[in-house]
C-alpha cells in the first residue's frame, strides 16, 4: 500500500496508520500480525467503529467473545473493555473509526502480553 496516511506506529502486535484526524473523528487501519493481540483495554472519550477487511480473528467486548472475519462491523462504545486477536496465518485488517476525543492518551490498557498495562 502506498503511504498516503497522516501518522504511523509499529507496535509489538503488529502495526496502525492513521489516514484522517479531523475534530471529532478519526480513521485508522490496523494490521495485527498472525498469533498476536492488542491489549485489553477501554476509552472513556471514544466510542469506535471496526470494520474487518482481511484475515480473521476474536473480537473481545466486555464479557462476549465473537469470531471476526473480512465484511464484520463492530461497534465498541466509550468505555467498553475491548480487544482482538488474530487467529489466522494472515494479517488481520481492520479499519477503524473513533468518534469523539480521538487522543492516543485515551487509552486504560487492563491486560497487556508486551508489559504495557
Known amino acids: ?5 497522516l501518522d504511523a506506529d509499529d507496535r509489538p502486535w503488529g502495526r496502525w496508520e492513521e489516514y484522517l484526524n ?8 490496523i494490521i495485527v500480525h498472525p498469533g498476536e493481540r492488542l491489549s485489553l483495554q477501554r476509552h472513556a472519550l471514544r466510542s469506535e467503529h ?6 480473521s480473528g476474536e473480537f473481545t467486548l466486555d464479557d462476549s467473545v465473537t469470531a471476526v472475519g473480512p465484511g464484520d462491523r463492530v461497534f465498541i462504545p466509550v468505555g467498553g473493555i475491548h480487544r482482538v486477536q488474530n487467529v489466522s ?9 473513533q468518534l469523539g476525543v480521538c487522543d492516543e492518551d485515551d487509552i486504560e490498557r ?6 504495557r498495562a
Open 110 to 115: 487492563l491486560e497487556d502480553d508486551y508489559g
Open 50 to 55: 471496526w470494520v474487518i477487511v482481511s484475515g
Open 22 to 29: 479531523e475534530s471529532g473523528y478519526r480513521v485508522k487501519r
Open 1 to 5: 500500500m502506498s503511504e498516503n496516511w
Open 89 to 97: 496465518s494472515e494479517d488481520l485488517i481492520i479499519i477503524e473509526t
